[in-house]
């Protein structure tokens, strides 16, 4: 069953077709293109012309099937093929990860010595055992020409099979499929490479059970699941009455298993008792948007690692993430623990500087960034309906409206984020007051300092 794409899901291009340069239709630099996203026929300006519809009008590149030696059958280029080139879409019937399970080990106990099952998302499978394309055939190399990739394919995930590397004429392709198998039993890789992993899916997770089907009811997001930055290790700090920012702990940053921060659903921004906004509860890292310093915490919110990843599309989210199978290290049960986080405040840092005009600056900027960070929260409660009905949906991404209030949600909060602490930097560096700089203690000097570089972290 197809979906059916939603007009306001519709991603248009700006490419426009001239006759006079029959490049300038959509092609590799068309702003779809570059999202993996296939343009819609009677959306697209450049119509009968647009290139960005391959696998609409299967548009691929020539091929020949061939017996190989000990691999069973094989697929061989029938033309030269470059680079990045499309060259054919894996085919086949689209099943759920449990019929996919039940498949797989049916097929096993049959005797079937081919697997042809490949993950299309988190929930879905594509089975090519029975029904499928040609590119059923192409086998498995440690040092492959060819690799896969997802499109999205009027508001659907498809996946094709797209050149690593200019390939000749007569050349056998061959993709890797270590990372993604489902073929049950241990089998010799005969590739060849000098590189061979010995056996196929030798880095494959297979069939185990962290796949996770989205169900009503499930847990996965409740507040209880999403663990939190313990800084139980962390030096107490003076904690400032009202705006606070953490300082990151090393052991995260240096720590790439440690997964995402989690997101800002789970932060309530409140009124303090000056009017201003404060994070409550165990989250207070949320309001200082730390992931962009690259730091990380033990578990992310999928969903919105969705909107993350798909900003890069390619491969994206194929089957489990990673961080889906780790288990959160904090969890809100270790409440206790986050009272004990070592805050730098950003107030004293503003009362340092001498100039009254820049302590004003400094905290218009700040009042700035915590407006950018508590819009970015709300807008996420607001998407997070659509998030989850795409994820019942077995989309890899949301919608581009979604996507794109996000996105500028986001960078409005980096840019404010960027002019709070630029405002520090430039009234260290160049205080517009030099008399007053002067009367500046120098221990406040050192002070000052050590806060910036702990807040530019
Ligand atoms: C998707 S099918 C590829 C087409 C298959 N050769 C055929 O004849 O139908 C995957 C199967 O091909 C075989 N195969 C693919 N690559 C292989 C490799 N590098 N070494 C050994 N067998 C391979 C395995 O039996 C695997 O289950």
Known sequence: MHKKLKEEDIAICECKYD???????????????????????????????????????????????????????GLQADQNIKAGE???????????????????????????????????????????????????????????????????VLGETRVGIFAKIDIAVGTELAYDYNFEWYGGVTVRCLCGAANCSL??????????????????????????NIPLYDSAEDEPFPKPASTEVPVKDESLVNDPAAGQKSLASDVKLEQDVTGKSVATDNNKEMEFGLEESGQVFPQTNAMISRIRSNSTCRNYNIGPSPSSK???????????????KKYVSSKP??????????????????????????????LYDEIRPAIEEHERDSQDS????????????TCSKWKAEFDFSFSIIKNVMCPSNAAAQERLNPSSVDDAHNEIKYLMN
């Open 199 to 224: 056996f196929l899916g030798a880095k494959s997770q297979g069939f185990q059970d962290y796949y996770h089907v989205w169900e009503d009811g499930d847990e996965r997001y409740t507040v209880e």
């Open 326 to 340: 780790k288990r959160p290290q904090h969890t809100v049960n270790q409440k206790s623990k986050t009272s004990s």
């Open 86 to 152: 499309f060259i054919i879409e894996y085919c086949g019937e689209v099943i759920s990860s449990d019929v996919a399970k039940r498949r797989s080990h049916a097929y096993e106990a049959q005797g079937l010595k081919d697997a042809y099952i490949i993950s299309l998302n988190s929930n879905y499978f594509i089975d090519a055992t029975k029904k499928g394309s040609i590119a059923r055939f192409i086998n498995h190399s440690c040092e492959p020409n060819c690799e896969t990739r997802k499109w999205t």
């Open 349 to 378: 840092v503003a009362e340092l500087f001498a100039s009254k005009q820049a302590q004003e600056e400094i905290r218009r900027y700040e009042e700035l960034k915590n407006k950018a960070v508590s819009e970015l929260n709300l």
């Open 19 to 73: 006759p006079c340069n029959p490049e300038s239709a959509c092609g590799e630099s068309c702003l779809n293109a570059l999202t993996n996203t296939e343009c819609t026929p009677g959306y697209c300006r450049c119509d009968q012309h647009c290139m960005n519809q391959k696998f609409q009008k299967c548009e691929y590149a020539k091929t020949k099937l061939f017996k190989t030696e000990g691999r069973g059958w």
């Open 398 to 409: 949301v919608s581009t409206s979604v996507a794109e209030k996000w996105i500028q949600a």
